[in-house]
């Protein structure tokens, strides 16, 4: 595929261009007629097409690339369901003015695709505005987020991404169906958020114990423990908690539960 702009490494810009996956990404969610759909890094427009050739109710296209965006203006300028915002999403973006329920899809740049992934769960207000996020990941990324306790793969990021979402894998993509080609494959995931959560009441929380407790994963968690709670000890007991174990040994509900202890004793 020849492109009018090259594409801009610094921006992580990586275009799908396989049909065929695109079908299977607009398949992954039934599209409605009364849907607002949001797309993250539209790029050329492939996917948007065929998104439109689902009729949604709107479409709003957000992209940072500031001629990116002037070109999708133009190649969409005749149709009236369809907007184009020249902005990073980790700005804050204003979703007052849209409706609610909003399906986003995104073939995020790897360089920032845990930072946006990361920003739209640890939102202060819950159930959010959004109703499922489909999203591409490079594939070391993708076994991470759904990556189970007791596995190399399981981190921090596996813990704050299962907190307050429902966590599909659907397919790989090959490095192939990009252009310019990526060094790795890519795995497309979807998002649902929970109703039914650990009711932590500033996300930060679980950032802050995530973060001590894995740094360092390889050793037991005792030491680390006593730097979020002074009586280490009997939080532990409380908590039912070995203090031998290793982080990657611990089920990602005790780091919910742990982040509700740390804040109810810090408030």
């Given at each position: 595929m020849r492109?009018?702009?090259?594409?801009?490494?610094?921006?992580?810009?990586?275009?799908?261009?396989?049909?065929?996956?695109?079908?299977?990404?607009?398949?992954?969610?039934?599209?409605?007629?009364n849907s607002t759909i949001v797309e993250i890094g539209p790029?050329?427009?492939?996917?948007?097409?065929?998104?439109?050739?689902?009729?949604?109710?709107k479409l709003i296209l957000i992209e940072k690339d500031k001629k990116l965006s002037i070109f999708l203006k133009k190649q969409f300028a005749h149709l009236k369901n369809i907007k184009v915002i020249n902005q990073d999403i980790l700005n804050e973006i204003n979703y007052n003015n849209v409706d609610n329920n909003i399906i986003v899809f995104g073939n995020l740049p790897y360089n920032i695709s845990t930072k946006v992934l990361t920003s739209l769960i640890l939102i202060k207000k819950w159930p959010p505005w959004y109703e499922s996020l489909i999203f591409m990941f490079q594939k070391e990324v993708a076994d991470r987020i759904i990556a189970k306790h007791n596995t190399k793969q399981f981190g921090r990021l596996s813990v704050i991404s299962n907190w307050r979402l429902d966590v599909t894998k659907?397919?790989?993509?090959?490095?192939?169906?990009?252009?310019?080609?990526?060094?790795?494959?890519?795995t497309l995931l979807s998002f649902k958020p929970k109703s039914n959560i650990y009711k932590i009441k500033n996300p930060e929380n679980l950032e802050?114990?995530?973060?001590?407790?894995?740094?360092?994963?390889?050793?037991m968690i005792n030491k680390n423990f006593k730097k979020l709670f002074k009586n280490s000890y009997?939080?532990?007991?409380?908590?039912?908690?070995?203090?031998?174990?290793?982080?990657?040994?611990?089920?990602?509900?005790?780091?919910?539960?742990i982040a509700v202890k740390y804040e109810q004793l810090t408030e």
């Open positions: 492109f009018f702009l090259a594409p801009k490494k610094s921006l992580g810009q990586n275009f799908l261009i396989d049909q065929n996956i695109i079908n299977k990404i607009v398949n992954v969610k039934k599209i409605k007629k790029g050329y427009g492939s996917l948007t097409k065929k998104i439109l050739g689902l009729n949604p109710k659907h397919f790989e993509i090959s490095k192939n169906c990009f252009s310019p080609s990526p060094k790795v494959n890519s802050i114990v995530t973060r001590i407790l894995f740094s360092n994963r390889r050793k009997s939080v532990a007991e409380e908590l039912d908690l070995d203090l031998k174990k290793r982080p990657g040994e611990l089920a990602s509900e005790i780091f919910y539960k």
